[in-house]
């Protein structure tokens, strides 16, 4: 299985602009509609917020505070998207289409890698398999900066396919992809892709003088992401510098902090048999065929190595989520890419028929429950909806109606139209993902973000504020919660758990649980108390000091 070769170029029984139509189809859904939503996208677009506001291009800043978890990457390309496109769209929605280019990016990147690996048409193929992902569908869809770490592996390994004919080409995309990575999340992508890129030799199509100029190539690209920003942000503070490197990336991988969820070694092993379906047992099955002798072949050694890779660094890092797992799907989607050559009539019957069972079942349920939140038939289940999100407002909208009767049509004339062919399968799965995803987020988005947004929470709080105070502290109140009371009503407040900004302030609103309020120390009285519409598990509350010569402590 080398690249380009006669066995792996049939020709493609899938037409160009019907995959970009199809992947267009899947990427816009979700991007527009709705408010930055809590964790990930309320605090990243809080970052966005504060560079628009003139906020600090080289310290990201949130809320009026350095925020050094990731480089600034992700959040300077929100901030120019949402520039150019707000109006005519809203704000965050603006800087959420971001995500959506960097998206269309990855599709092509990987489309290109199948192709240097597979020959011509299977570039398509290798971006319907990455599409088909379950655990790709939502986050791809959201405000983070992982997806713009997607981009950048998905470059790398493009440029690591490549490098196997034209060397120079392919550092140039090793390079790019790394920077890309890096200044999206940090040390993570240089330390992956470069154990990977170091391990590559041990295989004989990059044993090469030629990959040495791969190599050479890809560090002169890679040095200046690597020098400037980091540079600059020394220049400016040695203590951000600090918090940056030591604290939020040496710090997360080896657990040296308390900063993110704690992991166990078997966290992504675990996640994987439903998060990379269908693409893990289609790899696994193209690794049983391969046979010993074949695993050394480019196709089969280039995504098994860089999965395994990533696999054992994120395994042994004592930071894990399983939106950390979307670096592994590239490679996955790159090895499962010549299974479907090799599979068997039944098991690609099989992929078919379920494609379009699961596509019917869902699409049937999407309608049922839409008559029942919009048009209220069934009574009863209308009835439950509101009670699960009580700030809806229901009612028959004419676009989404529209838009999801496209998708739904659209799906079935896709399946109509689909030529018996070895790539049929997979064409079918990801045609059924995109219209159950599109249906999703078309009809109930707006239900969704209904109890997910703060929009209406922080209105009631601002009805509540004194006409005449100082500032606002704030007591463990959230990142995402602090983002968007800077977004929605221009409110910065001053952290009591931070010893450098604790200011005396008037009023004071804090963070718990419904069934416990924890005061602030002193005397006060509460104001204020809410929760998004539908949460009862949050509560806020809002103080004001009854003595105004006490200090917050």
């Given at each position: 299985?080398?690249?380009?070769?006669?066995?792996?170029?049939?020709?493609?029984?899938?037409?160009?602009?019907?995959?970009?139509?199809?992947?267009?189809?899947?990427?816009?859904?979700?991007?527009?509609?709705?408010?930055?939503?809590?964790?990930?996208?309320?605090?990243?677009?809080?970052?966005?917020?504060?560079?628009?506001?003139?906020?600090?291009?080289?310290?990201?800043?949130?809320?009026?505070?350095?925020?050094?978890?990731?480089?600034?990457?992700?959040?300077?390309?929100?901030?120019?998207?949402?520039?150019?496109?707000?109006?005519?769209?809203?704000?965050?929605?603006?800087?959420?289409?971001?995500?959506?280019?960097?998206?269309?990016?990855?599709?092509?990147?990987?489309?290109?890698?199948?192709?240097?690996?597979?020959?011509?048409?299977?570039?398509?193929?290798?971006?319907?398999?990455?599409?088909?992902?379950?655990?790709?569908?939502?986050?791809?869809?959201?405000?983070?900066?992982?997806?713009?770490?997607?981009?950048?592996?998905?470059?790398?390994?493009?440029?690591?396919?490549?490098?196997?004919?034209?060397?120079?080409?392919?550092?140039?995309?090793?390079?790019?992809?790394?920077?890309?990575?890096?200044?999206?999340?940090?040390?993570?992508?240089?330390?992956?892709?470069?154990?990977?890129?170091?391990?590559?030799?041990?295989?004989?199509?990059?044993?090469t003088r030629g990959y040495l100029v791969t190599l050479g190539v890809a560090a002169a690209i890679f040095l200046p992401w690597l020098i400037i920003w980091p540079y600059a942000l020394y220049t400016k503070s040695p203590a951000l510098f600090n918090e940056w490197l030591v604290i939020n990336n040496f710090g997360r991988f080896l657990g040296g902090n308390d900063l993110g969820p704690a992991?166990?070694?078997?966290?992504?092993?675990?996640?994987?048999?439903?998060?990379?379906?269908?693409?893990?047992?289609?790899?696994?099955?193209?690794?049983?065929?391969?046979?010993?002798?074949?695993?050394?072949?480019?196709?089969?050694?280039?995504?098994?190595?860089?999965?395994?890779?990533?696999?054992?660094?994120?395994?042994?890092?004592?930071?894990?989520?399983?939106?950390?797992?979307?670096?592994?799907?590239?490679?996955?989607?790159?090895?499962?890419?010549?299974?479907?050559?090799?599979?068997?009539?039944?098991?690609?019957?099989?992929?078919?028929?379920?494609?379009?069972?699961?596509?019917?079942?869902?699409?049937?349920?999407?309608?049922?429950?839409?008559?029942?939140?919009?048009?209220?038939?069934?009574?009863?289940?209308?009835?439950?909806?509101?009670?699960?999100?009580?700030?809806?407002?229901?009612?028959?909208?004419?676009?989404?109606?529209?838009?999801?009767?496209?998708?739904?049509?659209?799906?079935?004339?896709?399946?109509?139209?689909?030529?018996?062919?070895?790539?049929?399968?997979?064409?079918?799965?990801?045609?059924?993902?995109?219209?159950?995803?599109?249906?999703?987020?078309?009809?109930?988005?707006?239900?969704?973000?209904?109890?997910?947004?703060?929009?209406?929470?922080?209105?009631?709080?601002?009805?509540?504020?004194?006409?005449?105070?100082?500032?606002?502290?704030?007591?463990?109140?959230?990142?995402?919660?602090?983002?968007?009371?800077?977004?929605?009503?221009?409110?910065?407040?001053?952290?009591?758990?931070?010893?450098?900004?604790?200011?005396?302030?008037?009023?004071?609103?804090?963070?718990?649980?419904?069934?416990?309020?924890?005061?602030?120390?002193?005397?006060?009285?509460?104001?204020?108390?809410?929760?998004?519409?539908?949460?009862?598990?949050?509560?806020?509350?809002?103080?004001?000091?009854?003595?105004?010569?006490?200090?917050?402590?």
């Amino acid at each position: 299985m080398t690249p380009n070769t006669s066995s792996q170029s049939a020709t493609p029984s899938i037409p160009l602009p019907w995959v970009i139509a199809l992947a267009a189809a899947w990427i816009l859904p979700g991007l527009l509609g709705h408010d930055p939503w809590k964790p990930d996208e309320g605090y990243t677009f809080g970052l966005v917020y504060s560079l628009l506001n003139g906020g600090d291009w080289i310290v990201p800043m949130l809320a009026g505070e350095a925020f050094m978890e990731k480089p600034p990457l992700f959040y300077w390309s929100a901030a120019l998207v949402a520039k150019l496109l707000a109006p005519p769209f809203a704000l965050h929605d603006a800087a959420r289409l971001t995500t959506g280019i960097y998206m269309a990016l990855t599709f092509a990147l990987v489309a290109g890698a199948a192709r240097e690996l597979y020959g011509k048409g299977r570039g398509a193929l290798a971006t319907l398999l990455l599409m088909g992902c379950l655990g790709i569908v939502v986050r791809s869809h959201q405000l983070i900066t992982d997806i713009a770490l997607l981009s950048g592996f998905a470059a790398a390994f493009y440029g690591l396919a490549l490098a196997m004919r034209r060397p120079a080409a392919g550092g140039f995309w090793l390079g790019t992809g790394v920077g890309i990575g890096f200044l999206s999340k940090g040390l993570l992508a240089p330390g992956i892709l470069g154990f990977f890129a170091l391990l590559l030799p041990l295989l004989p199509a990059w044993r090469t003088r030629g990959y040495l100029v791969t190599l050479g190539v890809a560090a002169a690209i890679f040095l200046p992401w690597l020098i400037i920003w980091p540079y600059a942000l020394y220049t400016k503070s040695p203590a951000l510098f600090n918090e940056w490197l030591v604290i939020n990336n040496f710090g997360r991988f080896l657990g040296g902090n308390d900063l993110g969820p704690a992991a166990d070694n078997a966290h992504y092993l675990r996640i994987l048999p439903w998060y990379a379906l269908p693409t893990l047992p289609l790899a696994a099955w193209a690794l049983l065929r391969a046979r010993v002798a074949g695993l050394t072949t480019p196709g089969i050694a280039l995504p098994l190595l860089g999965f395994s890779v990533i696999l054992v660094v994120l395994s042994v890092s004592a930071d894990a989520r399983e939106l950390y797992a979307l670096p592994m799907l590239i490679p996955l989607a790159l090895l499962a890419t010549p299974a479907i050559d090799m599979l068997r009539r039944g098991a690609a019957n099989l992929i078919y028929w379920f494609s379009i069972m699961s596509g019917c079942f869902f699409m049937i349920v999407a309608w049922f429950y839409w008559t029942a939140l919009e048009l209220a038939v069934p009574a009863k289940l209308h009835a439950h909806l509101h009670t699960l999100q009580p700030g809806y407002t229901p009612g028959f909208k004419g676009l989404a109606f529209t838009l999801a009767m496209f998708y739904s049509v659209g799906w079935i004339v896709v399946l109509l139209k689909l030529r018996k062919s070895r790539e049929r399968p997979v064409i079918a799965w990801a045609a059924t993902m995109t219209m159950v995803w599109g249906l999703i987020a078309i009809l109930f988005v707006g239900w969704l973000d209904a109890g997910k947004s703060y929009r209406s929470m922080i209105a009631d709080l601002q009805k509540a504020l004194p006409a005449q105070y100082d500032c606002i502290a704030s007591q463990t109140l959230g990142e995402p919660q602090r983002a968007m009371l800077h977004y929605f009503a221009g409110i910065i407040t001053w952290r009591l758990e931070e010893e450098g900004r604790k200011r005396s302030c008037q009023l004071t609103l804090t963070q718990g649980v419904a069934s416990e309020a924890t005061p602030p120390a002193g005397a006060w009285e509460k104001i204020w108390e809410g929760t998004r519409p539908g949460d009862k598990v949050e509560r806020y509350r809002l103080y004001r000091r009854l003595d105004p010569s006490a200090k917050n402590l």
